[in-house]
């Protein structure tokens, strides 16, 4: 029996995995993983360009197990680590929200079908200031296997990196990226959205003759009072991104990231209505989108409606405390930032319990994020618990070598 025809290896562009022994190997050499992990490789792969529901997966490699979705995306995770692979651009196992998974390589040799027929299992189941930062411009496209397609893939991730550093030379280097995409496959949907994004942010955060970092802009609210805008220049950009974006709807209607573009262009141009249309769309597609969910409390918050606003970020916390096994650098940065800033709205609206329970939520997932800790402290003390706004205090103090609690 050849390697092609052995049920038990499986080789798909420079790797190749073993089954019985499990090896990987690949271009830095050879990696042994974990049972799971391995069979969710070949699980997948029996079914290249197929979506393979979670049920079924968690059905088929923990059959007399009850585990969560939480167990099924540290397994993702896993194989994605040892296929250096990148949950947003996916070069081999892509991610479909709320349904599964599909393992991406439609082309050469991968892995003898099984004996027996599979077993189908159906488909069970403030102003933060984030909206300029939290645009993501990757796109849940089937991917291009052909040459062409692989280098619209390999630059548009390039540029996808480049533009979340925001710093301005990266916000250029992105643009160039995706304005050379964009020229040599015009078909391809994610560099029209991630230029978009680029030419819109350009706008906001760098005015026109700005090149340091002290002139730009990160909340939306701010920008826009200051006029960014509106200079005939970045009139044009932003006709520009507008078009794109709707460019990018046009070749993936069903993209969430091809609305999630247009409703940061549709921002950036005052068109709330529009704008909360083009998200709310984003996350019907996708209620994980926690981006768009982020970005629609702002927007009711610019427009004076705080109320309806709240139930937003609320929903963009949860959407990220499901997303973070798969999602960690991404999520990461904002998760407490966005629970600190629900619980001072609580705060605010005087529904202290409310903003206790938000404070404590945060320092579960960050123990020593320090504004919060020092929030925490001065409500406790507010409230007369003076004992235990200390304790707090001393904790942090100890711990971390720094003082937490001038900060209410």
Sequence with gaps: MSPLDDPNVLRFGPWRAEKSSGDLTGPAGTEHLEPKVMELLFLLAREPGQVVPRDEIL????????????TLARTVSKLRRALADDAKAPRWLETIPKRGYRWLVTEGPTVAPPKTPRRRWGVALAAFGIVLLVVIAGAALRRDSTPAGNEAQELTGRANDYYFQYSLADNEAAIELFERVVARHPEHAPAHAGLANALVQRV?????????????????????????????????????????????????????ASHKALGFVKSAREDFPGAIRAYRRAVELDPDAWGPLINLGDLFEISGEPAAALPYFEAAFAAMAR??????????????????????????????????????????????????????????????????????CTQFEVRTGAAACGDG
Excluded: C, N
């Excluded at 802009?217 to 970045?234: P, Y």
């Design 59 to 70: 059905a088929a490699l923990w059959p007399d197990v009850v585990v969560g979705d939480d």
């Design 204 to 256: 906001i955060r760098w005015p026109e003759g700005s090149t340091t970092a002290a002139a730009s802009s990160t909340r939306l609210g701010d920008a826009l009072a200051r006029g960014h805008h509106r200079t005939e220049k970045a009139r044009r950009q932003l006709q520009r991104a507008l078009r794109l974006a709707e460019r990018a709807i046009e070749l993936a209607p069903e993209d969430t």
């Design 323 to 392: 997303v973070y096994p798969e999602e960690a650098a991404r999520v990461g940065p904002w998760q407490a930032e966005l629970g600190l800033g629900i619980a001072d709205r609580h705060r605010g609206a005087g529904r202290l319990d409310d903003a206790e329970r938000w404070y404590r939520r945060v320092l579960e997932l960050a123990p020593f994020h320090a504004a919060t800790t020092g929030r925490l402290a001065s409500l406790l003390r507010e409230s007369g618990r003076d004992a235990e706004a200390a304790a707090l």
